[in-house]
């Protein structure tokens, strides 16, 4: 079964340094998508970036990249640069690979960032 | 620009009621979910369809069921409401191939049953 972990239930930061949040993984698939989810505080899931488990290089989108380390299981979120509006709680989720009729989503218990000014 | 509308932002139904959450997404995207968001347990998956009249259960699907007639939508149905219910409901839909698409998402229904 999948299993995603992040074991920070909430970190701070200052306005414009760099953060990183983590995220480990278990799984028994070759084949996976890996995500990081935005919850601000009004509730929507805003989609951030996705790594897949073949992919070679960390992916990247604008301030926030994603720290692939396949054979630790890890998929650290990378925010830089951090703005208040960055202040969410984070999800990172693990999607799988052979069920491509749907490819349900697991989803870890979120990670709660302050950015302070 | 919404692309995934879920029927109500806030709802309050008493215990033993019919309660229906309905979500209408308008990207053509052929797989829906339901989840359940609480507080210390995240997301949980409720049931999930890839086709129209196609479901599938989820983790968590005892006392809920869904309807997909329509491609655009996905109703939850909590066939009757219990106060271990209360909770945030989120819908999602994502295109084919699933592992390399993330979901969109609507805004939530925040469900509470007295």
């Known amino acids: 079964a999948q299993k995603i972990t992040q074991t920070q239930p909430g970190m701070f930061v200052q306005e414009k340094e760099a953060v990183t949040l983590d995220c480990t993984y278990d799984t028994s698939d070759p084949s996976y998508g890996l995500f990081w989810y935005k919850q601000p505080s009004s509730g929507e899931m805003i989609f951030l970036i996705y790594q897949g488990s073949y992919d070679q290089q960390n992916a990247t989108e604008g301030r926030y990249s994603l720290n692939f380390q396949k054979a630790r299981k890890s998929a650290n979120l990378v925010i830089s640069a951090s703005q208040l509006g960055d202040s969410a709680m984070y999800f990172c989720a693990m999607r799988e690979a052979y069920n491509t009729n749907a490819g349900k989503s697991t989803f870890g218990d979120g990670t709660t960032l302050t950015v302070k000014p | 620009d919404v692309k995934v509308t879920q029927s109500s932002r806030y709802l309050v139904k008493r215990t033993g009621e019919k309660v229906f959450l309905e979500c209408v997404q308008d990207m053509d995207h052929e797989n829906m979910f339901w989840y359940r968001q609480d507080p210390g347990l995240g997301l949980r998956l409720i049931y999930f369809s890839y086709d129209v009249k196609m479901k599938e259960k989820g983790d968590i699907p005892e006392g809920y069921s869904v309807s997909r007639e329509k491609k655009e939508r996905f109703s939850l149905i909590l066939e009757s409401a219990s106060t271990n219910q209360t909770s945030m409901y989120l819908c999602?839909?994502?295109?084919?191939?699933?592992?390399?698409?993330?979901?969109?998402f609507g805004s939530g229904t925040r469900l509470t049953v007295v």
């Open positions: 999602a839909s994502s295109p084919p191939l699933g592992r390399i698409y993330g979901y969109t």
